[in-house]
């Protein structure tokens, strides 16, 4: 019988699953009995503002990479296409929306919920695309709900005051409105204290990203696809910050003391760039393994780090930590936390996700595999695919050139 070379899992998956399920369950409960109002936020949006003002935030996107990863999103799609969302566009947003037409969503198996809790507000930033503004300004008119955003500069190079100092402005702006939807005025006090918490969970999930430095990593970007659920929506809360001090965190470190490697055997390590394919984590997982690679880093969970973040400036540190993003950068600064990043994870290739319909998170479409690769001497290979869309995703040519790539690699030793 062939060896099953799948990656272990992480026993820490279970307590994660129990503080997401915690954290459903209240945004559940809320949406029933009207007792917390409710903010719909975009993954990079002003989360700790909202929950400063006593809102329970709930993030559409971490719903559409659920409708990916259980593989319900191709089969939802179709019906947003009809009410005249493009098949070319975001395909976390046709999916969604297609998911709350269709009435049919992953959350009902999950946690037992008939779907998203409705929202009392709409917040988003175009930091990452203008996608999520549409996105939301559909649920905005479906609810007859309040749509707010933040407008972000985008292609920057170095970040210079006045781009922090205008984000921070129009951060600063939604207070009013949102404190008259919340029925209460800020505390100040109680922004420092998301601020502060939401720093702690984003240095503590970047101490668990950077244990991927190590040899052997003890983790795989598929893993941390998985355990980014807490950083991305419970940041700004003690459940996460206590998920990633007292589970994640040590049993990575145990993992590195006793060289526990994430992939048995790993021989080669690698980088992703681009969204996953949500609904090939699994496959993914077991097709490097099975090659002995470890696909180890990835920009995509590196995106929730948040070093800016400084509850003594909260409007500044949120301003500059939501606009230094990579994915709001110019080509040249992509490149050099690219370069960077290669060097620090010790890095021997780097994997190109072109994803169909999100062109904002595919940095391969203008050159740059081969300006790094002339740079840094570190081959790459393009895949295409898309994040939730199965069909754009061609699994045999995928494998075929990975393997081709990674043979490549061993004959380059
Ligand atoms: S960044 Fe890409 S995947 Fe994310 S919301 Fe925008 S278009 Fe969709």
Same mark, same amino acid.
């Given at each position: 019988?062939?060896?099953?070379?799948? /990656?272990?899992?992480?026993?820490?998956?279970?307590?994660?699953?129990?503080?997401?399920?915690?954290?459903?369950?209240?945004?559940?409960?809320?949406?029933?009995?009207?007792?917390?109002?409710?903010? !719909?936020?975009? @993954?990079?949006?002003?989360?700790?503002?909202?929950?400063?003002?006593?809102?329970?935030?709930?993030?559409?996107?971490?719903?559409?990479?659920?409708?990916?990863?259980?593989?319900?999103?191709?089969?939802?799609?179709?019906?947003?296409?009809?009410?005249?969302?493009? /098949?070319?566009?975001?395909?976390?947003?046709?999916?969604?929306?297609?998911?709350?037409?269709?009435?049919?969503?992953?959350?009902?198996?999950?946690?037992?919920?008939?779907?998203?809790?409705?929202?009392?507000?709409?917040?988003?930033?175009?930091?990452?695309?203008?996608?999520?503004?549409?996105?939301?300004? !559909?649920? *905005?008119?479906?609810?007859?709900?309040?749509?707010?955003?933040?407008?972000?500069? +985008?292609?920057?190079?170095?970040?210079?005051?006045?781009?922090?100092?205008?984000?921070?402005?129009?951060?600063?702006?939604?207070?009013? /409105?949102?404190?008259?939807?919340?029925?209460?005025?800020?505390?100040?006090?109680?922004?420092?204290?998301?601020?502060?918490?939401?720093?702690?969970? @984003?240095?503590?999930?970047?101490?668990?990203?950077?244990? *991927? *430095?190590?040899?052997?990593?003890?983790?795989?970007?598929?893993?941390?696809?998985?355990?980014?659920?807490?950083?991305?929506?419970?940041?700004?809360?003690?459940?996460?910050?206590?998920?990633?001090?007292?589970?994640?965190?040590?049993?990575?470190?145990?993992?590195?003391?006793?060289?526990? *490697?994430?992939?048995?055997?790993? +021989?080669?390590?690698?980088?992703?760039?681009?969204?996953?394919?949500?609904?090939?984590?699994?496959?993914?997982?077991?097709?490097?393994?099975?090659?002995?690679?470890?696909?180890?880093?990835?920009?995509?969970?590196?995106? !929730?780090?948040?070093?800016?973040?400084?509850?003594?400036?909260?409007?500044?540190?949120?301003?500059?930590?939501?606009?230094?993003?990579?994915?709001? +950068?110019?080509?040249?600064?992509?490149?050099?936390?690219?370069?960077?990043?290669?060097?620090?994870?010790?890095?021997?290739?780097?994997?190109?996700?072109?994803?169909?319909?999100?062109?904002?998170?595919?940095?391969?479409?203008?050159?740059?595999?081969?300006?790094?690769?002339?740079?840094?001497?570190?081959? @790459?290979?393009?895949?295409?695919?898309?994040?939730?869309?199965?069909?754009?995703? @061609?699994?045999?040519?995928?494998?075929?050139?990975?393997?081709?790539?990674?043979?490549?690699?061993?004959?380059?030793?």
């Amino acid at each position: 019988m062939a060896e099953d070379k799948t /990656p272990p899992r992480l026993k820490s998956a279970a307590e994660m699953g129990r503080i997401m399920a915690e954290y459903f369950k209240e945004l559940d409960a809320a949406a029933k009995d009207g007792s917390r109002k409710i903010a !719909w936020c975009t @993954s990079v949006g002003p989360a700790e503002l909202l929950q400063a003002l006593g809102f329970l935030v709930y993030y559409p996107e971490n719903h559409g990479a659920m409708l990916g990863a259980t593989r319900m999103a191709t089969d939802m799609i179709p019906a947003a296409n009809a009410i005249g969302y493009s /098949p070319d566009i975001c395909s976390y947003l046709t999916a969604d929306i297609g998911s709350y037409l269709n009435k049919k969503t992953p959350l009902t198996k999950a946690f037992g919920m008939a779907g998203p809790p409705k929202p009392d507000v709409l917040v988003f930033n175009t930091n990452q695309c203008r996608d999520v503004q549409d996105w939301f300004a !559909w649920y *905005a008119r479906e609810f007859d709900a309040p749509l707010l955003g933040v407008y972000t500069h +985008r292609n920057i190079g170095d970040i210079e005051p006045h781009q922090v100092g205008d984000i921070a402005r129009q951060i600063e702006n939604l207070v009013e /409105p949102l404190e008259e939807i919340a029925g209460r005025k800020l505390d100040m006090a109680d922004l420092r204290r998301a601020v502060g918490l939401s720093r702690q969970c @984003s240095d503590l999930w970047k101490a668990v990203l950077d244990t *991927a *430095a190590h040899k052997p990593s003890p983790i795989t970007f598929f893993d941390g696809t998985i355990h980014m659920g807490p950083a991305v929506c419970l940041r700004g809360t003690e459940a996460a910050v206590d998920y990633y001090q007292k589970a994640l965190l040590p049993e990575l470190e145990e993992r590195m003391a006793n060289d526990v *490697a994430a992939v048995p055997g790993e +021989r080669f390590r690698l980088y992703w760039d681009g969204m996953p394919i949500w609904g090939r984590l699994r496959d993914h997982s077991k097709m490097f393994a099975d090659l002995r690679t470890n696909v180890l880093s990835s920009t995509y969970c590196n995106s !929730w780090i948040f070093t800016a973040l400084d509850p003594d400036d909260p409007f500044g540190g949120m301003a500059k930590a939501y606009t230094e993003l990579f994915i709001v +950068r110019s080509d040249a600064a992509k490149e050099a936390y690219i370069q960077r990043m290669l060097d620090f994870f010790k890095v021997d290739g780097v994997i190109y996700h072109d994803a169909k319909t999100c062109p904002n998170n595919s940095n391969c479409r203008y050159g740059m595999p081969q300006r790094l690769e002339t740079a840094t001497g570190i081959p @790459s290979l393009t895949i295409n695919g898309d994040l939730n869309d199965l069909r754009l995703v @061609s699994d045999e040519q995928n494998k075929t050139n990975v393997e081709a790539f990674v043979e490549q690699l061993e004959e380059g030793r």
